[in-house]
């Protein structure tokens, strides 16, 4: 008898201190960080779809126009939404950087995913939700990233199904060599299937 009245009475304080954390301990504003559900695949050569990136590659849909734009130590792919407000910006280059810690990091509704993918390669994945409405997310591995600002959900929806076809390209294989060589004396140009480039400013 003795022992049971010991263990309600255990019981009781185990309870009473699990009510006391869960009611001194504040909940978190911030969403915690979570894994990727999955590895993305390592990327196949496609016909009906346009690359983008270096080691992290996207697909974009072959309707999509994709500008893009180099610089001595960066190239960059710009897609705009179909309502014209927001653009989605794909950087590369070895001076590239952009920090996943910096990306709004006042925001309530704040979703951080890490993995590491090809033997080393950190990628964050960062998506925002704010208190208007808009979204925003961001990529970002090394000398590599692609994010949108403060767009719509709507052209946000639209970026999501660019960005959610992430694959990492493994440089050893030779389908994901560049189909054509870049355009040395363009500065300004547009992305079309089998890389090939469309100058557009010289």
């Known amino acids: ?13 185990l309870l009473a201190a699990v009510t006391y954390f869960l009611i001194k301990v504040p909940v978190p504003q911030v969403s915690l960080p979570t894994p990727f559900a999955a590895q993305p695949p390592d990327c196949l050569a496609a016909s009906n779809v346009i690359a983008v990136g270096a080691f ?7 309707s999509v126009t994709v500008h893009a734009s180099d610089s001595p130590d960066a190239t960059v792919y710009t897609i ?18 952009e920090h996943a810690d910096e990306f709004e990091p006042e925001a309530n509704d ?21 208190m208007d409405g808009t979204r925003s997310r961001l990529i970002s591995t090394i000398g590599e990233s692609a994010k949108y600002e403060s767009a719509s959900a709507a052209a946000a929806s639209f970026f999501d199904s660019i960005l959610d076809t ?30 090939q480039e469309r100058c557009v400013r010289r």
């Open 56 to 62: 992290l590659k996207f697909y974009v849909p072959q």
């Open 110 to 130: 704040r979703q951080v995913r890490r993995a590491t993918y090809g033997g080393g390669l950190e990628v964050i994945d960062v998506k925002v939700v704010k």
């Open 1 to 13: 008898m003795s022992f049971r009245k010991w263990s309600v009475g255990l019981s009781f304080l």
């Open 80 to 97: 705009s939404a179909p309502d014209g407000k927001a653009t989605l910006k794909i950087g590369e280059g070895f001076a590239w950087v």
């Open 166 to 195: 992430l694959c990492f390209n493994d440089p050893i294989r030779l389908e994901n060599w560049r189909g054509q060589p870049r355009l040395l004396d363009c500065s300004e140009y547009i992305l079309e299937v089998f890389g």
